[in-house]
């Protein structure tokens, strides 16, 4: 009910970019709010990027300018357009889907980014 797979992960160098896909079991718009977060080595995971039903987004202030949330309804999927990457954006990704009190989380994608 709640599968969320990830793709898109990958070794690039600092400036370049990345997009994230994840894809659903499922039509995405029974989730109250989907989004990224991401768990840097030694460091607690964060929200990265978030998108309400409604379309609302919020990022977390480290990305905003540089990443953007989307998603196809009719693919079923959400995607993370990341751009300028930084060494600091190295971490595993994960998608993330929220249905009232419950969370559906992804297998997780590792983003490495080369200085």
């Known amino acids: 009910q709640g599968q969320l797979v990830e793709s898109g992960g990958g070794l690039v160098q600092a400036g370049g970019s990345l997009r994230l896909s994840c894809a659903a079991s499922?039509?995405?718009?029974?989730?109250?709010?989907m989004g990224w977060y991401r768990r840097a080595p030694g460091k607690q995971r964060e929200l990265v990027a978030r998108?309400?039903?409604?379309?609302?987004?919020n990022y977390v202030d480290s990305v905003k300018g540089r990443f953007t949330i989307s998603r196809d309804n009719a693919k079923n999927t959400i995607y993370l357009q990341m751009n300028s990457l930084k060494p600091e954006d190295t971490a595993v990704y994960y998608c993330?889907?929220?249905?009232?009190?419950?969370?559906?989380w992804g297998q997780g994608t590792q983003v490495t980014v080369s200085s």
């Open positions: 998108m309400t039903k409604g379309g609302t987004t």
């Open positions: 993330n889907a929220a249905l009232d009190v419950l969370n559906y």
């Open positions: 499922g039509t995405i718009f029974r989730f109250n709010a």
